[in-house]
């Protein structure tokens, strides 16, 4: 028997042809896309419930839709290379926001040059005056807070780590200026994220001419930083630095508006990762509080009765660290991730066509209870060395994807949330007010619906006996 030029990339001619299973129910036309727009994690769950690692949704303009779930799943989902699917296709709706040519619209070679320029924003020194960064603009932040009152812990992450975030990406001095122009800019973009945007994001719509608007407006302000920087020969620790500092291959220079783009890209990435899970993160630990004792008495017994955080005793708070860990394992922001198939590919036993689009979904994937034991309850623990429950299973957390194009903000995340959960650890005490948080679908990065509110009171700082 004579196999097709299709069949003979797949393992076996027997198995090329067979299709991921298809999850019955769905509308006519639309398919699944109306559950997946409002329950996209019960979708996906009874999914993997009936037919396993693999199976195909029907969702309007895609032949084959496949999620793809469970370790070895994701390994073969974040391996595949970028000849054989392409993340370009599927974040269009990113272009307008990053940029011609920038980060997904840039050709792989290319994203993997400007993806490498933030190794260097990550190095040691700059960590070093990040954290110091982080630290000031909490202490700042909450300073202003009174002794009791009542505060939306989604607004206060969001707007914190707009802070931290200009900060970090634009120097102290466009911090103190410009945050609250950038504020606005950034949500306005934001806002410009929506379903029709994946499908057409250049439609003359409000909100896209807007997100225009603020994209322009931002290019200028950037600009104008390093034109002053450039004349005056200054030269400062921040990611804009790192991107003037930076040269292609063949020895370009970045543009102003790739350098834009890139913070941007940065800034997507990190920011509202970061606001949403500022917020579960406080959510979890009101509501388990045995969690609470443990992580303050790691607070004395690395700090005692000093308040001047450094970047070794964020890196040493394991037990901080695990904690947000856990709750992005419970909350990921980012529920699905997707790709387009540009060469058909075999995976356990089903063929995965060309254009097909495959996904994965970590909010899914992260309740598996072969991962994670007892996987609905939060347990921070389940990362400590006695279980590595992570490590035994490579790809089973992928809160901040995978691979090559795992996402390099997760040492800046983790850094920036140690240092404001670090505080408020030391200085508050939280009671939760909404009977019920429940994530919010309404949102590309999913967050706790709103309101999201709960009530403070600071804390009396009692002295540290040291240990004789």
């Not at 992005?328 to 529920?335: K, M, T, V």
């Amino acid at each position: 028997m004579q196999t097709t030029p299709t069949e003979s990339k797949s393992a076996t001619p027997s198995t090329s042809r067979k299709l991921p299973p298809m999850l019955p129910g769905g509308l006519p036309l639309l398919g699944h896309a109306v559950e997946l727009r409002r329950r996209p994690v019960e979708l996906f769950q009874r999914g993997r419930d009936r037919f396993g690692d693999m199976f195909s949704l029907k969702l309007p303009g895609t032949p084959q839709a496949v999620m793809m779930s469970g370790p070895k799943a994701h390994q073969r989902f974040f391996r595949l290379s970028d000849d054989d699917v392409s993340m370009r296709e599927v974040y269009k709706l990113m272009t307008p926001i990053f940029g011609k040519g920038i980060a997904y619209d840039a050709e792989p070679e290319i994203m993997r040059e400007q993806l490498a320029f933030f190794h260097d924003a990550l190095r040691e020194a700059r960590l070093r005056t990040y954290a110091a960064g982080f630290v000031e603009e909490a202490e700042d932040y909450f300073g202003k807070w009174g002794d009791e009152g009542v505060v939306d812990l989604y607004k206060v992450g969001n707007e914190l780590t707009i802070y931290t975030s200009s900060r970090s990406l634009l120097g102290p001095s466009f911090r103190k200026n410009l945050s609250d122009e950038f504020a606005k800019l950034y949500y306005d973009m934001e806002a410009g994220l929506n379903l029709l945007a994946f499908f057409a994001p250049q439609l003359p719509i409000p909100a896209f001419r807007k997100r225009d608007k603020s994209r322009a407006r931002l290019g200028e302000l950037v600009s104008a930083i390093v034109r002053e920087r450039r004349t005056k020969g200054a030269s400062e620790e921040d990611f804009l630095q790192t991107l003037m500092d930076a040269t292609y291959k063949d020895g370009r220079i970045l543009s102003d508006d790739e350098m834009t783009g890139l913070l941007l890209a940065i800034m997507f990435a990190g920011h509202h990762t970061s606001g949403v899970t500022f917020a579960w993160t406080g959510i979890l630990l009101n509501q388990n509080p045995q969690w609470l004792a443990k992580l303050r008495a790691e607070q004395d017994t690395i700090l005692g009765d000093r308040d001047d955080l450094t970047l070794e005793d964020l890196r040493a708070m394991s037990g901080l660290e695990n904690a947000v860990k856990e709750t992005l394992r419970l909350y990921p922001p980012i529920i699905m991730m997707m790709r387009k198939v540009m060469k058909g590919f075999e995976h356990g036993g089903y063929w995965v066509p060309e254009e097909s689009m495959i996904m994965t979904s970590p909010a899914m994937a992260h309740r598996i209870p072969e991962v994670f034991r007892d996987p609905n309850r939060f347990d921070p623990d389940r990362f400590g060395p006695e279980r590595d429950e992570d490590k035994k299973n490579p790809m089973g957390w992928i809160s901040f994807g995978g691979g090559r194009h795992r996402c390099m903000g997760i040492v800046f995340a983790q850094l920036q949330l140690r240092a404001i959960w670090s505080h408020l650890l030391r200085n508050f005490d939280f009671e939760l007010l909404e009977p019920m948080y429940e994530p919010d679908y309404d949102r590309l990065l999913v967050g706790p619906r709103m309101p999201c509110r709960a009530r403070y009171r600071r804390r009396k700082r009692r002295a540290v006996v040291p240990v004789a």
